[in-house]
């Protein structure tokens, strides 16, 4: 037993109705399937991690309501004073024009 | 290219000049994959008169190379490398320099 070809035809389009599909019995090329694809793009813009809050954002935004603790700057404070006392910190902030260097010519 | 590239550094992971261009690539993407799909679809719709399919192909080949996907390339989150990276962990099959 044979089907006919309208008869599968109509299927056909019945089928396109139910789910809404492009209704193209001779196969032409209409691009149809770009349509289909999925947008990727916010996946690959999410693949490095996004800035966090830090504890010095934190400090600026509530600095005289809330106490922070910032153990790094702490560290970096001490080690500063640990390098003071050896006298090796940096030197002190000059203040004023620097004094003309002798025998430079102009 | 610099007009795309955020005023402020939105990335917290390794950081390196490759990965800050890279970035970039990825949310210029993200903003123009739409009218890349749309012109695509122009193109390869073959009932559309000749001449708006050849005008969405000069169209989509004149778009910025940053909008293009396959600019786009996974690097190690640890230490910015681009090659031998992992993608289920986003690292380097090596250890991070």
Same mark, same amino acid.
């Given at each position: ?19 809404? %599909? %492009? ?44 106490? %922070? ?31 003309? %260097? ?5 | ?71 786009? &390339?996974?690097?190690?989150?640890? !230490?910015?490398? !681009? &090659? !031998? ?7 380097? &099959?090596?250890?991070?320099?």
């Amino acid at each position: 037993m044979s089907v006919p070809r309208a008869r599968l035809v109509d299927l056909m389009k019945a089928q396109c109705q139910v789910f809404a %599909t %492009t209704f193209n019995p001779e196969g032409v090329r209409m691009g149809n399937k770009v349509l289909r694809q999925r947008l990727k793009g916010p996946a690959l813009a999410a693949y490095y991690p996004r800035k966090l809050a830090s504890i010095k954002d934190v400090k600026r935004e509530f600095g005289p309501v809330l106490a %922070t603790w910032d153990e790094a700057e702490e560290d970096r404070f001490e080690y500063i004073e640990e390098l003071k006392q050896r006298g090796k910190s940096a030197p002190k902030k000059k203040k004023g024009p620097p004094a003309p %260097t002798p025998g430079k010519k102009r | 290219m610099s007009m795309f590239r955020a005023k402020k550094l939105d990335l917290g992971c390794f950081v390196k000049a490759r990965t800050i261009r890279d970035h970039t690539k990825r949310k210029v993407f993200e903003e123009h994959e739409t009218e890349r799909q749309a012109l695509r679809y122009m193109i390869r719709n073959t009932t559309l008169p000749p001449r708006v399919r050849a005008t969405a192909q000069m169209q989509l080949s004149q778009m910025h190379a940053y909008t293009r996907p396959t600019q786009i &390339r996974n690097r190690c989150i640890m !230490g910015g490398q !681009g &090659r !031998g990276v992992l993608r289920a962990f986003k690292m380097t &099959r090596v250890r991070a320099p």
